[in-house]
């Protein structure tokens, strides 16, 4: 099966620090990459939906300016959080469809810690 | 508005024991249907989906679900759980955009635990 990947699995930084996470499709190419973000004990939440080569498309209540994405290639999308509060502390995962297709696939998550 | 119920937050069951977990969901049309698991710190693994025909569908180790249309409900089922089964449960819906699936709903999840 499609297999995605995130980069890195886990991340701790400062406060104030900015945070890049990589979301890479590693066997076919993802026109489209969703970005979710889940809480504890929670269900996931969309932020975005990312097109190659266009802008993010951002989900009501979600800060585009704090969490920027970028899906400049086929097989690569990035989230950025900036200004990382303690708030932004999170589990994000990424998910990556196959143009024309009907199923996302699912990276493995990066749990970020901001302290 | 679309929404995905999984009206059970925690389940606890005996090893050996069936299982069904349910979910109703509200959208306009004919929607796509998922359900996956999540281990803890991990991602979503696809137990099984359903688009379209036979009704019943299979998944991997050893789930299956039914789409009932008139009661709106993709409920998961398994008849004999094993402890590897505990985990958290999401149900998810999407649509049709065009020939490509859209955005996914998800359910607020269900946790499984399963006693020895």
């Known amino acids: 099966g499609a297999v995605v990947s995130q980069h890195p699995s886990r991340v701790i930084c400062k406060s104030g620090t900015s945070v890049k996470i990589e979301c890479r499709s590693l066997?076919?190419?993802?026109?489209?990459m969703f970005w979710y973000r889940q809480f504890p004990k929670k269900s996931l939440m969309l932020m975005a939906t990312?097109?190659?080569?266009?802008?993010?498309?951002?989900e009501q209540g979600v800060e585009k300016d704090k969490f920027l994405i970028n899906h400049a290639s086929l097989t690569l999308s990035t989230l950025t959080v900036t200004s990382a509060h303690p708030e932004d502390s999170s589990f994000y995962i990424c998910s990556a469809l196959e143009g024309g297709g009907n199923e996302q696939f699912f990276g493995p998550g990066t749990r970020l810690t901001v302290l | 508005a679309q929404s995905v119920t999984q009206p059970d937050i925690h389940i606890t069951v005996s090893e050996g024991a069936s299982l069904e977990l349910r979910c109703n969901y509200s959208?306009?049309?004919?929607?796509?249907l998922f359900w996956y698991v999540q281990s803890p710190g991990q991602g979503l693994q696809l137990l099984l989906k359903y688009f379209s025909g036979d009704t019943l569908v299979q998944g991997i180790k050893g789930f299956e679900a039914e789409f009932k249309r008139s009661q709106s409900s993709f409920n998961l089922r398994k008849p004999s759980v094993h402890w590897s089964d505990a985990a958290e449960y999401f149900c998810?819906?999407?649509?049709?955009?065009?020939?490509?699936?859209?955005?996914?709903?998800f359910g607020r999840g269900t946790q499984l635990t399963v006693w020895p």
């Open positions: 990312s097109n190659e080569g266009s802008k993010a498309t951002y």
């Open positions: 959208y306009g049309a004919t929607p796509y």
């Open positions: 066997d076919f190419q993802a026109t489209t």
């Open positions: 998810a819906v999407g649509f049709d955009r065009g020939s490509t699936l859209g955005r996914l709903y």
